[in-house]
């Protein structure tokens, strides 16, 4: 172990922490907002207290998003300072811009909503949340353009004289197309996410409190349910068009995460492989013919770069080294996203018509696989995301800068071990109190909120 | 004016706004329990600054962001260089903003007290913090050619640096407390007001022996030293006479003052070194390529006055004082 390794594994562990809260905020921001114009439209009080009930469990996991944010920002400058002069002219530049654009907007408008309630004209209240959920949803795409110019680097070039990356064209960066597809993969993401959550929660409160706010909760699943099988379609669409750019960009992550180890045309998708990793072969490979051809070309022929050849290619265009990532992890990794999203789509597409024209399944079990595919989802984009990550290495920047080279050297094995302690233990315990408090709280269901007599009456605001 | 130098000024803004903003919400969470004694005291006290501390916060997010874009180098010198300060900051941050969010959210006793205390040590810790690593960027650090940051712990904690975390710890708890002043009623203003003479009679001192320090090894900064002592008595002079907006103002203006001091007598370094003058990372040798600066200055001028409007707004929407009543 030296301060490399344990700084590669605080940034895993704080990187997958922050992301199971982030997509839950910027779905369910979305999810509060649109509940809240429904009340403002209709006036009837069971969407007033679906807003306030959804929107209390937003607000706790609100705030462990943007504390375990503010860790993400300052951990590059800390842990990777090597990397982070190379690349802060460029990378820097959309983080810049998300505090500046994306994430005052969201934090000073939460604020305005959280104690607005009986200070605020009812439509500038309701303009309050949909500031903040728009400044959630912007936030992501400036995040995911510096993630995807990491992966995919355009619009720079490296300056001979100072050994630093320069940005040379902002719009190549922001409308990299690997930042546009993974956007909308994330955020497709994201609303399933938070789709099954109001599935989840709504398919608890039918299950065990049958009789209270049955029908708001009946409406509440079905929403949740038809909001999980469209942006699921999002996320399988984006997602073939992710794979196509991945055998353009980073065709060994593609060629790992299928166990590909020679180029082969037409090569077919790997259903359940045993591998030699250090034979570079598989013992044991069950596939579906010419369907990896399709979804990397689009032509059911077409050929698909091996780790080998790719290994070999690296070599001589980067000098010797080992350019192959950890191919049992990724090859696991995009299993576990592909089946584990699937399996949600395939619950929302289930749960529709089991729940159509006013039907409640009678058996406990339904309702328990409802809630089981929460955690399926937050699952499914945390192999994403090590898809995403591990994928990319051995560069931190993809033919750039080595991971290896990026880390901060002034900074010693003691410092980033006591650093990574902290982060493990403080982590671990805020997941407790945040499951105990989400639980509580779905628990006590939706408070009773008298009914608004006048349009202008005021609601009492949360409190902290 | 060339564009590094704009930049220089931009994020010496972004500080200021910061101190300035957070200074008071960090004073009244590190006056919860003397000033608020009973459940509803720290609940108007929380509640005072509830809805603003948060985009406050964004201050900061922003100021390293623009660090990290506009000078990488400083950017990854400083938070590599101060670690363990840096680190402990940052974890307070993080029970900070969580235990604002959780403290109400479970009606028991032994619950908010674990939230008060993560509240209280969630304020002082970043006060004192942030005080310890403007000293150390002031008075240097053993930085070499290579630009990485070689000091110790034990380093950073010279007799200076220490002085100026306590002077961004009192200045702070003088600026929460008049802040409690103008924004609460009832006994928490009364408990404001006393604290607010009692944590003067430290911060005007210490502000006022860690500038004249300042400016001694500098020769340099003097009027807005003393613009800043004369601001703080300014805001006691205003609190003894009732005129909580005033006072408050007056501190506000004397952390700017400082901070003109911190970033003028800083510049045109941004980390002197220790070793050699000749290594220390400056405004010309570490900022990022005109093409950046150049963005993001297009983008600030536009979206900066508009944050500060709605900033403005929503201070303006909570413009009442806090009131709770007692359960």
């Known amino acids: 172990m030296d301060a490399l390794d344990l700084a590669r594994w605080q940034f895993g562990i704080t990187t997958i922490y922050h992301f199971l809260f982030v997509p839950l905020t910027i779905g369910l921001s979305v999810v509060v907002a649109a509940l809240q114009t429904a009340w403002h439209r209709t006036g009837k009080t069971e969407y007033l207290r679906a807003t306030r009930f959804f929107g209390k469990l937003f607000l706790i996991n609100f705030a462990m998003g943007v504390v375990t944010g503010i860790v993400q920002e300052f951990q590059f400058g800390m842990n990777w300072s090597t990397y982070s002069t190379f690349v802060g002219d460029v990378f820097g530049a959309p983080l810049a811009l998300e505090a500046l654009l994306a994430f005052f907007l969201e934090s000073t408008f939460i604020g305005l909503w959280i104690f607005g309630w009986d200070k605020l004209p009812k439509r500038v209240h309701l303009a309050t949340i949909w500031a903040a959920a728009i400044g959630s949803n912007l936030s992501a795409y400036f995040i995911l353009a510096a993630n995807a110019w990491m992966r995919h680097p355009v619009g720079f070039e490296v300056n001979e004289a100072t050994g630093r990356a320069q940005l040379t064209d902002i719009g190549a960066v922001l409308t990299n197309p690997q930042a546009w597809s993974t956007y909308t993969h994330v955020l497709g993401a994201s609303f399933v996410v938070a789709g099954l959550f109001v599935v989840a929660v709504s398919a608890y409160r039918l299950w065990r409190h049958r009789d209270a706010d049955h029908e708001m909760f009946r409406k509440a699943l079905r929403a949740g349910l038809l909001t999980t099988v469209v942006a699921g379609i999002v996320v399988a669409a984006s997602g073939d068009h992710q794979a196509k750019l991945m055998a353009q960009d980073e065709p060994m992550k593609l060629a790992a995460a299928e166990a590909l180890w020679r180029t082969e045309a037409p090569t077919g998708f790997s259903l359940f492989a045993v591998g030699d990793v250090e034979g570079s072969r598989n013992v044991v490979n069950v596939q579906v013919p010419y369907v990896l051809s399709f979804l990397a070309t689009g032509e059911f022929t077409g050929e698909v770069e091996g780790i080998v050849e790719l290994q070999e290619r690296f070599e001589a265009q980067f000098g010797p080294g080992d350019y192959v990532p950890n191919v049992p992890v990724l090859y696991w990794a995009f299993r576990l996203m592909m089946g584990l999203g699937g399996a949600a789509i395939g619950v929302g597409v289930l749960g529709l018509w089991i729940t159509r024209r006013g039907r409640l399944p009678e058996r406990g079990w339904t309702y328990g696989v409802a809630m089981l595919a929460l955690p399926a989802a937050l699952a499914a984009n945390i192999a994403g995301w090590v898809l995403t990550e591990i994928g990319r290495q051995p560069w931190t920047v993809t033919g750039e800068l080595l991971t290896a080279a990026s880390v901060s050297p002034g900074v010693s094995l003691g410092e980033v071990a006591f650093s990574l302690t902290t982060f493990t233990l403080l982590y671990g315990a805020l997941a407790v109190v945040e499951v105990r408090l989400l639980w509580r709280y779905v628990q006590a269901g939706p408070a009773h909120v008298t009914p608004t007599v006048e349009p202008g009456a005021r609601v009492p605001a949360f409190t902290y | ?327």
């Open chain 2, 1 to 327: 004016m060339d564009l590094p130098t704009i930049w220089f000024l931009a994020i010496a803004l972004l500080w200021t706004g910061y101190l300035v903003l957070e200074g008071f919400d960090f004073g009244v969470g590190m006056l919860l329990p003397s000033v608020g004694r009973d459940e509803s005291g720290r609940r108007t006290m929380i509640n005072a600054i509830g809805p603003v501390w948060d985009g406050n916060e964004v201050w900061l997010i922003t100021a390293i962001g623009a660090m990290f874009a506009a000078f990488p180098a400083w950017y990854a010198a400083t938070l590599s260089g101060f670690y363990v300060p840096v680190l402990l900051i940052v974890v307070a941050l993080v029970f900070r903003g969580v235990a604002f969010e959780y403290r109400g959210k479970i009606d028991s006793a032994v619950w908010r007290r674990r939230w008060d205390a993560a509240i209280v040590g969630g304020s002082l810790v970043p006060a004192f913090g942030w005080g310890l690593v403007f000293a150390n960027l002031l008075r240097g650090v053993e930085i070499g050619a290579d630009g990485v940051v070689r000091s110790s712990l034990l380093d950073l904690l010279s007799p200076y640096a220490l002085l100026g975390a306590l002077a961004t710890t009192a200045l702070f708890v003088l600026h929460g407390a008049l802040f409690l002043g103008l924004k609460t009623d009832g006994p928490v203003r009364h408990r404001a007001r006393a604290a607010a003479r009692r944590a003067a009679l430290v911060a005007v001192p210490v502000v006022g022996g860690f500038l004249a320090w300042t400016a001694h090894d500098r020769g340099t900064g003097v009027p807005a030293a003393v613009a800043a002592v004369a601001l703080l008595l300014t805001a006691v002079g205003c609190a003894a006479q009732r005129r909580e907006g005033w006072a408050f103002a007056a501190t506000a203006a004397s952390i700017v003052a400082v901070s003109v001091m911190v970033f003028g007598g800083l510049y045109p370094a941004l980390l002197p070194s220790l070793i050699d003058p000749a290594f220390g990372l400056t405004v010309a040798n570490a900022s990022s390529a005109p093409y950046t600066l150049g963005i993001l200055s297009v983008v600030g001028a536009v979206f900066l006055p508009l944050v500060i409007g709605y900033q403005a707004w929503s201070y303006w929407v909570f413009r009442r004082r806090v009131h709770v009543d007692a359960a």
